[in-house]
Structures are given as C-alpha cells and as structure tokens.
C-alpha cells in the first residue's frame, strides 16, 4: 500500500522559512518523479514543485522561484521543500504526490500524479 505522509507545515511570519518533508513508503520511490503542489480556501490546487527521479530535472511555478528549493533522498525515501522568504500568499494546504509513469520530465497537471499525502497546512503571517 502506498502513502506518502507529510510533515513541516506550521506557522511562520512573513520572511521566514519553513521546511516540508514528504515520507514515503510502499513503493520504489526512485521510479517517481515526485511534486508539491498546494490549494488555498476557495482556490484549485495548484502545482508549486516538482523533482526528477534522479533529482537531475527540478521545476517551480514562477511565483516560488528563487525562494522555495526541491530536493529528494532516495535511500530515504523522502522529498523535501524548502521554503524561504515566505509571503502570506504561500499560505495553504501542502500536498506532495507521485507520479508512476516513469516519464522523464516533471508534470505540474495535477492529473498526472497518482498518489497523493494527505496535506499539512502552511500559515504564514504578515
């Protein structure tokens, strides 16, 4: 059974950072080009990063460029995001997903990613 759990989220203020974990299990993780995307109250999820099976490709919706960092551990089965330099607009659940189909670039269409975590909400205050 796969599940992907994550962790990290809380409060922050403005201009501060926060570090997402997303573990892993019941699956080869290597196989799966894994995203974090986000939804805001009244809003569609959206994606906010995505991360190469080998990590070696890494994309980011503009508004987090330069501010959030993707990255991946796979003897540890875990996707990281960073974020920095928060902005109350950051603010929303977090999910990250996998996608199994062994593709070899990073989709941000929700539709390709078959399994999802459960979210951890990100507050962030001005």
């Known amino acids: 059974q796969v599940q992907l759990v994550e962790s990290g989220g809380g409060l922050a203020q403005a201009g501060g950072s926060l570090r997402l974990s997303c573990a892993a299990s019941g699956l080869t993780f290597s196989n799966y080009v894994m995203g974090w995307f986000r939804q805001a109250p009244g809003k569609e999820r959206e994606f906010v990063a995505g991360?190469?099976?080998?990590?070696?490709?890494?994309d980011y919706v503009d508004s987090v460029k330069g501010r959030f960092t993707v990255s991946r551990d796979n003897a540890k089965k875990v996707v990281y995001l960073e974020m920095n330099s928060l902005k109350p607009e950051d603010t929303a659940v977090y999910y990250c997903a996998g996608d199994r189909s062994l593709r070899s670039v990073v989709s941000g269409d929700v539709d390709e990613y078959d399994y999802w975590g459960q979210g951890t909400q990100v507050t962030v205050s001005s």
């Open positions: 991360i190469g099976r080998s990590a070696f490709k890494r």
